[in-house]
Each structure stands twice: as C-alpha cells, then as structure tokens.
C-alpha cells in the first residue's frame, strides 16, 4: 500500500505505525528506499545483526543496516515520569539534519 502511495505522489514526509509494522524488516526497507522517515513501535527485545565480532556475533536493538547516505537509523526510548520503569521503543528513521530537540 505504501508502495502504490508513493509512486502515485501521494505526499508524505513520515511514516508511523505499531510494533506489528516495526517488525517488519521489509517494511521498514520500503519506506527508507524512498527517503521517507518513520517512526514505528517496536518490541523491547527486537534485536538485528550488527555483524561479526571478535568473539561473537554483535546485536543491536532495532534499526536495520544500509541505511541511506544522508539518513539516520536509531532507537528512540520513551519513559512515563508517572511510571519511570514503563519504557515504550520506537525505531526511527530520518535525514540525518533532524534532531530529537
């Protein structure tokens, strides 16, 4: 759907959605191929290859690798000052000239 959306014009700087759609990898490919941002929940445990290391593979929480020149992957953690120890997690994708300030 996003897709079709994209290549018919339809305007559209950002992309947002629950963890259903930030744990799809393919989805997530889609959006940043054609230099959209997003913002989409994920699960607190959603780890990706970081590649080999010395001893051992390397994790990281969320993102994906191949992230195009100029753009940002990262991982956004939301904390409830009502609950501090209730975190929500967001992965994020966007140009690298937007801060989170």
Do not use: N
Not at 23 to 30: C, E, K, N, P, Q
Not at 52 to 62: E, H
């Amino acid at each position: 759907m996003l897709e079709r959306a994209f290549t018919a014009g339809v305007p559209c700087a950002w992309v947002a959605g629950d963890s259903s759609h930030g744990a799809d990898s393919r989805l997530r490919h889609v959006i940043g191929a054609w230099q959209r941002g997003y913002v989409l929940a994920a699960t607190s445990g959603q780890r990706l290859s970081a590649g080999d290391g010395p001893k051992r593979p390397r994790t990281r929480l969320g993102g994906h690798a191949g992230t195009a020149r100029g753009w940002r992957t990262r991982m956004l953690v939301r904390r409830r000052i009502s609950k501090p120890a209730d975190l929500t997690y967001c992965l994020t994708h966007a140009a690298e000239t937007i801060t989170l300030a």
